[in-house]
């Protein structure tokens, strides 16, 4: 499970991948299995995981 939770932070911090491709990627299930066990862990969403630690789009 950690390695998974590991990796699914990695793909919140580094790409734009919607949630449900991160939750495949990573190895879970479904984005509904990835949601509940990132909240367990980490008492935060994937997409409040990925607002404070993800990429910045470039205001043009």
């Known amino acids: ?3 998974r939770l590991r990796r699914s932070c990695e793909l ?3 790409t734009t991948l919607p949630i449900e491709q991160v939750a495949e990627c ?3 299930n479904t984005a ?3 949601r509940q066990h990132f909240q367990q862990r980490f ?3 994937p997409r409040e995981w990925r607002r ?3 990429i910045r789009k470039k205001s043009g």
């Open 1 to 3: 499970m950690n390695e």
């Open 12 to 14: 919140l911090e580094t």
């Open 26 to 28: 990573s190895g879970f």
């Open 32 to 34: 509904t299995s990835l």
């Open 43 to 45: 008492r935060v969403s």
């Open 52 to 54: 404070s630690f993800g």
